[in-house]
């Protein structure tokens, strides 16, 4: 009986897992099998069926079961996934190859951009393919599929600012109904065609490739229609943990995926009109509205899994310094992972419907999908195999051997979507480099600005030597002067100084540094120095993971002997204008530019630290990069 707690929460936390983690890859079946026999796929003869359908089943095993949930999901950093988290565990292993980490944080930060493309196809393909299934309800109802379809979306849009914790009770409840049905549609189709079943074996996807050849590579860029969504098995790690990730997926997804694609099979081999949707042409006459509208709410989930993915993201990127800084709403007060970034959302939300009205079919934009997400997955895989070999200690020839098994399959997909360039997948790169660009100037920009400061700050020790023959006036109270550079001057220091002829009795030089893991343990909160002449070097450390919420660290000072008292404390900070130079030690001028105007709309330091307004002083310096 004492287990029982325990059974009892990994229970509710695979049903949670079933709802969140597994809302994409669920609703994949809308449109795969659609995509693979397609106005572009391969004939519906019974030889392409039952192969097409080996090739998903062992996609299903080797890139989810084997690739993901086995080989990747070890890669936690400290209990969080993902690939900004999985890039903070690669970088370590570079820390003393420059060369070798510069490629990491390119290879990292593209993976991470084309995340975001994929975030902007995922909703778009999904919510349409369901509502498509109005076209076979009811014909006449075509033309109200895209208006639908964008009213969905706006509406998902404008709930993410009331957060998902009241509405997200429900996701696995829902998920776990379309799960059940799917299959239970599944079991229909194959009943009347149980020969279908012979493509769980590989030889028929190794006959599908024989016989086919170039046209059997290209439906591998529909195949892995059926995998999309892998990337939330590792991003959500940390939320729900490995084992309840693992459960839901071996004992519940799996099945129900694999008999919802042979029964689509089945059907296809007794009707091969079908083709045109085969998974709505499987659902009894009577239960077709319910099912769109289960679909719906269905693909509506596997959306907000991808949203709230993207903020996430965006949190870890700007605390690790590769974004800039932007608001970020907590919306719920017993989960500190769901927030909200408004920025963040109005731009996806632009991008998606933009997406819906540009392409306006799933099969449009089936041709666009799929390349952002295989390449992410390329990129995975190269970084956890850096971790393999460095982290974990593997031999060379088991790296060599596991790279080479998973890069064929991955390499295999990527190649197979990068036909569809022209065919739509242009837009998810663009969008995937478009954010690339802008990571790695803001990255670069940022180291830029802290060498104009340092190179322009004044020695700190000479200055501390100074006051003990030169005393200034002091003034009651604690100053914290906010720097990148604790062994220089502060340029708000000096300003405060000039200006106002004293110095306080307690001048704090604070640094902020945000660690190469989720959260910082207790014993890496702080660490202080005191300098002499009532000045004291101090570092807090917050984790990529956790807001750096600096009044509440400097309160966890107080037991290790630094106490203080926000009433007589007052923060200086120095907030640089960025100004493009001319110079040539920079980067180039467009990128001067456009770091510029992300500088200039960046959320202040103070408020990104959360230092109060009534205890903050800000000072404007002029930097020019």
């Not at 106005?39 to 095993?61: E, K, Q």
């Not at 006959?207 to 892995?224: K, P, T």
Request: with cysteine; hydrophobic share 50%; glycine share 10%.
């Amino acid at each position: 009986m004492s287990n029982s707690p325990q059974k009892r929460r990994l229970a509710s936390l695979a049903l949670g897992a079933v709802g969140v983690v597994y809302g994409d890859i669920g609703t994949s079946p809308l449109y795969t099998l659609k995509e693979v026999f397609g106005a572009h796929g391969v004939p519906a003869s019974a030889a392409n069926v039952l192969g097409a359908l080996s090739l998903v089943f062992w996609s299903l095993i080797i890139v989810v079961s084997i690739k993901y949930l086995l080989f990747i999901m070890r890669a936690d950093n400290r209990g969080e996934g993902g690939i900004m988290a999985l890039l903070a565990l690669a970088q370590r292993s570079a820390r003393h190859v420059p060369r070798l980490r510069m490629s990491l944080i390119a290879l990292g930060l593209f993976g991470a951009a084309l995340f975001y493309g994929d975030g902007v196809i995922t909703p778009a393909i999904s919510v349409l393919s369901a509502v498509e299934g109005l076209k076979v309800a009811a014909p006449a109802l075509e033309r109200w599929v895209v208006p639908i379809t964008i009213g969905v979306i706006v509406g998902l849009f404008w709930l993410q600012k009331h957060g998902t914790h009241r509405i997200g009770a429900v996701f696995g409840p829902v998920c776990a109904v379309w799960f059940l049905s799917i299959a239970g549609l599944g079991v229909l189709g194959i009943t009347r065609n149980p020969e279908v079943l012979l493509a769980l074996s590989p030889r028929y996807g190794v006959d599908f490739f024989l016989r086919n050849q170039a046209e059997a590579f290209f439906a591998l860029g529909a195949v892995v229609l059926a995998v999309t969504g892998t990337e939330a098995l590792y991003a959500d790690m940390g939320h729900f943990g490995k084992r309840p990730i693992q459960l839901a997926w071996f004992n519940f997804v799996l099945p129900a995926l694999v008999l919802n694609y042979f029964g689509q099979g089945a059907l296809i081999l007794h009707d091969p009109a079908a083709v045109a949707n085969p998974f709505y042409h499987l659902v009894p006459r009577s239960m077709l509205y319910p099912m769109i509208a289960l679909a719906t709410a269905a693909t509506v989930i596997a959306s907000q899994a991808v949203i709230s993915g993207a903020f996430s993201m965006t949190r870890e990127a700007m605390q690790l310094g590769y974004m800039p800084r932007m608001p970020v709403v907590h919306t719920s007060h017993e989960m500190a992972g769901q927030i909200f970034v408004p920025w963040i959302n109005r731009v996806l939300l632009v991008l998606i419907v933009a997406a819906v009205l540009g392409f306006r079919s799933s099969d449009n934009l089936g041709a666009a999908y799929g390349i952002a997400v295989t390449g992410t997955m390329v990129i995975t895989t190269l970084l956890a195999l850096v971790v393999a070999r460095h982290q974990w200690r593997w031999p060379l020839p088991a790296v060599l051997a596991t790279g080479a098994c998973l890069l064929t399959v991955d390499l295999g997909f990527f190649s197979a979507n990068l036909v569809k360039v022209e065919h739509g997948g242009w837009f998810p790169l663009a969008l995937g480099l478009g954010v690339f660009v802008a990571m790695t100037t803001w990255r670069r920009g940022r180291e830029l600005v802290v060498r104009e400061i340092q190179q322009g700050g004044l020695a700190l020790a000479p200055f501390i030597r100074n006051l003990a023959d030169h005393p200034a006036i002091r003034v009651p109270g604690t100053a914290v002067f906010l720097t990148a550079n604790p062994e220089s001057i502060p340029s708000s220091l000096l300003h405060n100084l000039k200006h106002n002829k004293v110095l306080h009795e307690r001048n704090v030089l604070l640094t902020v540094e945000t660690l190469d893991t989720p959260r910082a343990d207790p014993a890496e909160w702080f660490e202080w120095t005191a300098l002499g002449e009532g000045f004291i070097r101090l570092r807090l450390r917050f984790g990529f993971g956790e807001d750096p919420d600096v009044p509440l660290r400097l309160a966890q000072c107080g037991p290790a002997g630094l106490p203080f008292d926000m009433m007589e404390t007052t923060f200086f900070v120095s907030r640089e204008t960025v100004v493009a130079g001319r110079h040539a030690h920079g980067m180039a001028a467009w990128r001067d530019r456009l770091f510029a105007f992300m500088a200039h709309n960046a959320l202040s330091a103070t408020a990104f630290f959360q230092i109060p307004g009534n205890r903050r002083i800000e000072l404007g310096s002029e930097v020019e990069i």
